[in-house]
C-alpha cells in the first residue's frame, strides 16, 4: 500500500466517528469519479459476460428507451416519466453486482447520471446497531451513491421476520424518503433471492411501486460454468486439457444446484482448489525437481486436479452468512 492510500485508510477509519469527515472524504471522491466510458465499450462488456441472454436483452432494451426519451425530450416532446429503480433477483454467482457497475456506467455514458459509479452495500452498510444510527448510515450510503446507482446486496435482510426491535425497517423508510427526494440523482437496485426478496417487497407498502421492474437472473448451465472456468483460467494463464473439461462437467453437473449454488462462486472454488491440485501433483510427479518443469506443464490443468477438489467445494459453495443459515433453514 502506497503512503497515499494509506492515509486514505486512516481517515476514512476516522470518518466513522466524524460525520463531516465522511462528507469532505464523499465530496471528494466525486471530483476524482473518472468520465464515464462510451457506450459502446460498457455495452461490449455487457455483452462478453457468459450467458445471461435475458438479462442483457431487458438491460439492452432499458438503455434504448432512455436513450429514446432523452431525444424526445431534447426536441421538445414529451417525456414518459418511468421509475427506474430495480430488483435483481437471482441465486449468488449469478453476475448481479457485475452487471449493475455495467449499468450504473450505461447509465453515466447516456447522461442520466452525471458520475455512473456503483456504491456496494449491505444490511452492515445500512443499519445501526443503537437508536438513531440507522437513519444516519442510511443517509451517508445515499449521499456516497447520488448521481451513481446504490447496489444494496441481501436487502432481505432489512425485513427480517417478527422482530419488533430490528432497525432495518427504519432503514427501508429511510431508503424510501430518499428514492423521492433525489428521485433524478441515484438509482437503487436491491438484489437478492427469488424467494426472500418477496418477503422484502412485501414489506413496505411503498417497495413495490418504487421498484417498477424486476430482473430474473437464472443460475448457469452446466456448459455455461464450463466456459466461466475457462476463463478464470485463461486470465491467470493456465490452459484446461479435454479431460479437465470432461471432469469439470460432472462436478458441475452433481453439484446440487439449490438457492445456496454458487454459479460462478462455485466455478472459482473449483478452479482455485484446482491450482493447489496441480502444485502437489506437478511436485509429486517430478520428485522435487520443480526446475525441470516446463511451461506447458505449468500451465496444464488435467482431470486429477479437477476431481479431487469436488468435496471441498461442495462444502465451501454453502452460504457463510449465520443469519441466512437461521432464517432459512
Given amino acids: 500500500m502506497n503512503p497515499l492510500e494509506r492515509i486514505n485508510q486512516r481517515l476514512r477509519a476516522l470518518s466513522k466517528a466524524q460525520p463531516w469527515l ?12 473518472p468520465p464515464p466510458r462510451p457506450l459502446a465499450e460498457v455495452q461490449a462488456d455487457l455483452d462478453s459476460l457468459v450467458g445471461l441472454d435475458t438479462v442483457k436483452q431487458q438491460l439492452n432494451s432499458l ?5 429514446i426519451q432523452g431525444r424526445r425530450q ?19 454467482g449469478t453476475g448481479k453486482t457485475t452487471v449493475a457497475r455495467l449499468l450504473a456506467e450505461a447509465y453515466g455514458s447516456i447522461g442520466l447520471l452525471r458520475r455512473g459509479h456503483l456504491v456496494e452495500v449491505d444490511r452492515a452498510g445500512l443499519v445501526g446497531q443503537f437508536i438513531g444510527t440507522t437513519a444516519i448510515k442510511t443517509d451517508r450510503a445515499v449521499r456516497r451513491s447520488l448521481d451513481g446507482m446504490l ?19 427504519e432503514a427501508i423508510e429511510t431508503l424510501l424518503k430518499r428514492m423521492e427526494d433525489f428521485r433524478h440523482r441515484f438509482v437503487v437496485v436491491a438484489a437478492g433471492y427469488p424467494r426472500l ?10 417497495l413495490r411501486s418504487r421498484f417498477q421492474r424486476e430482473i430474473i437472473f437464472p443460475d448457469y448451465t452446466t456448459d ?32 446440487r444446484r439449490d438457492e445456496a449454488f ?39 490443468l488435467t482431470a486429477r486436479d479437477i476431481v479431487t477438489t469436488t468435496p471441498v467445494v461442495e462444502d465451501s459453495s454453502r452460504p457463510r452468512s449465520g443469519w441466512f443459515r437461521r432464517r432459512t433453514g
Fill in 224 to 255: 455455461e460454468l464450463i466456459r466461466i472456468t475457462r476463463r478464470f483460467a485463461a486470465e491467470n494463464e493456465y490452459v484446461l486439457d479435454d479431460s479437465a473439461q470432461d471432469a469439470l462437467a460432472e462436478v458441475f453437473n452433481g453439484a
Fill in 262 to 300: 454458487g454459479n460462478a462462486r462455485f466455478a472459482r472454488n473449483v478452479f482455485e482448489l484446482a491450482l493447489n491440485s496441480q502444485a502437489l501433483r506437478l511436485a509429486q510427479d517430478s520428485g522435487g525437481n520443480l526446475e525441470g518443469l516446463t511451461a506447458t506443464e505449468l500451465v496444464r
Fill in 22 to 33: 465522511a462528507d469532505s472524504l464523499e465530496r471528494f471522491d466525486g471530483l476524482r469519479t
Fill in 74 to 92: 431534447a426536441h421538445g416532446l414529451t417525456e414518459v416519466a418511468t421509475g427506474q429503480h430495480l430488483v435483481f433477483l437471482g441465486n449468488p
Fill in 197 to 206: 426478496m418477496e418477503r422484502f417487497l412485501a414489506s413496505n407498502p411503498g
Fill in 63 to 67: 438503455v434504448a428507451f432512455l436513450q
Fill in 151 to 169: 447496489f444494496v446486496d441481501e436487502a432481505y435482510a432489512l425485513a427480517p421476520v417478527e422482530n419488533e426491535r430490528d432497525f432495518g425497517p
